[in-house]
């Protein structure tokens, strides 16, 4: 069963002479990630390779469950949700689920290359998937306010969005400098070595990769209400910013001379794995190339949100004109008359 799902040691073989050669890389393996050794990848790893998250499993199906709850909250009182809404956010908890139990999830415990991975598509991917999902605004039509003044989970949402906290955080420079400099950090710190050696560390990890990733996708292109928002030729100075250094970032990777968590994965001494270093360079060029769809599907969210953002502001000015008989067209009319007759 291990060996079809891509798991790679088999359990109660007898034991061979190659296999006993492999017993103590396989018993370091466990003892440092937790996790026996995957075997070599394949390529069709990425399907069949399988270690189920359950915490990770466990909160997707609940932030879907209660979303869908709410949407047909909605549909009982006969008001309409968008279906590309639900859809969106059903498939960004998949997607999120899979980088952190399929292959990613699997082989991201043991190799630098396959992490990144899993970090490009928790931290990138998935978030652009969940936050057209709009679940503040769809909670905020779906939970009922409280006539008595109390706190309910309504209330505490509103107060939540807009609390001073939320203002500071969804500066889109502060939410920028969240997503990478604490990426850099992360990584060329001890907490990239702990969190991969500790169960609670690689839940923190990916709870960050998350939450970071949601955050600086909302700030450019998220719908829900908060905090008031940039101009969208500061948001693309932002984007353009932030994914120079992540570039950056990678290209310092792709020509790294000394490995990362030199006591996690300089130990892990996988049989099938002479060059940990070379590995992690591919994890920088993955991390400089997998960057660039989402940088582009931002870029064209940003842009479309730049070009409702003038038909809004037409319409709201036609709308004006059409009521006051374009007063402020006629007023800046007579302004350059009198100047003309200054002159």
Not at 59 to 85: E, K, M, N, Q
Not at 179 to 205: C, Q, W
């Amino acid at each position: 069963m291990a060996a079809a799902m891509g798991l790679g040691v088999a359990v109660g073989r007898t034991p061979t002479p190659e296999t006993a050669q492999e017993a103590p890389a396989n018993a370091i393996v466990y003892d440092l990630s937790g996790y026996p050794d995957p075997g070599p990848p394949s390529s069709t790893s990425w399907l069949t390779s399988w270690q189920v998250d359950w915490l990770w499993l466990t909160v997707s199906v609940i932030a879907v469950f209660v979303y869908v709850r709410w949407v047909l909250r909605l549909r009982a009182r006969g008001d309409h949700w968008p279906v590309l809404r639900t859809i969106s956010w059903v498939l960004g908890w998949a997607v999120f689920f899979y980088f952190t139990s399929a292959g990613p999830g699997v082989y991201g415990k043991v190799l630098f290359s396959w992490h990144m991975v899993e970090h490009m598509g928790v931290a990138m991917i998935a978030p652009l998937l969940m936050v057209p999902g709009a679940p503040i605004t769809l909670a905020l039509r779906a939970l009922p306010a409280r006539r008595d003044k109390t706190l309910g989970p309504r209330e505490l949402i509103l107060a939540s969005v807009h609390s001073p906290y939320l203002r500071v955080l969804a500066n889109p420079a502060v939410a920028a400098s969240l997503f990478f400099f604490s990426l850099a950090i992360f990584y060329y710190s001890p907490l990239f070595e702990l969190a991969m050696s500790t169960h609670t560390g690689h839940v923190l990890m990916m709870a960050h990769f998350v939450m970071s990733g949601y955050l600086f996708v909302w700030v450019l292109i998220g719908i829900d209400p908060g905090p008031k928002r940039w101009p969208p030729i500061a948001l693309f100075v932002v984007l353009l910013a932030t994914i120079s250094f992540h570039a950056f970032f990678g290209v310092i990777l792709t020509q790294s001379t000394e490995l990362l968590a030199p006591d996690y994965f300089g130990r892990l001494n996988l049989p099938w794995m002479t060059d940990p270093l070379a590995d992690q360079r591919t994890g920088g060029a993955i991390a400089w190339g997998v960057g660039e769809a989402p940088t582009l599907v931002l870029a064209i969210g940003v842009a479309w949100q730049w070009m409702r953002s003038d038909a809004r502001e037409s319409t709201r000015r036609d709308r004006r004109a059409d009521r006051d008989g374009d007063a402020e067209l006629e007023a800046y009319n007579r302004h350059l008359a009198e100047l003309s007759r200054d002159d």
